[in-house]
């Protein structure tokens, strides 16, 4: 397991370095969260590891609409859902526990116990 952004690095502007398309290429799976780097470098993650299984954790999320002055609703959603403590159990955790037993089915009492404390 390794994290792709480091600790310190904007996801709005990080650019992997040749070392971490090295790890990526020995992966197994990929979470994406939907930082901005992932747009343009998902393509290019899956075409130095044509196996690799990319998992969307923000995939049935409910997201809030963000509103516009007045209390209005607007177009867009804010994406931070990893500041819901129910959306990180109920999507985010749900995620990454059916990419883990979906990758792992040995070990699907194990993950499924992790994932209810």
């Known amino acids: 397991i390794f994290t792709v952004v ?3 690095f904007s996801p709005a502007t990080y650019e992997p370095k040749p070392s971490d398309l090295k790890k990526i290429a020995k992966a197994n799976l990929y979470f994406a ?13 899956k075409n130095v590891n044509k196996n690799l299984k990319i998992i969307f ?5 409910n997201f809030v609409t963000l ?4 209390g209005k609703k607007g177009k867009g959603i804010d ?7 129910k959306e990180v159990k109920n999507t985010i955790l749900k995620n ?22």
């Open 6 to 8: 480091k600790p310190g």
């Open 33 to 45: 969260i939907g930082v901005p780097f992932e747009k343009s470098y998902l393509k290019r993650f």
């Open 57 to 61: 954790l923000q995939k049935g999320a």
């Open 67 to 70: 509103s516009k002055k007045g």
């Open 79 to 85: 994406p931070h859902i990893l500041l819901s403590p």
């Open 96 to 117: 990454i526990l059916n990419a883990f037993i979906a990758q792992d089915k040995q070990n699907e009492k194990l993950y499924t116990k992790n994932y209810l404390l």
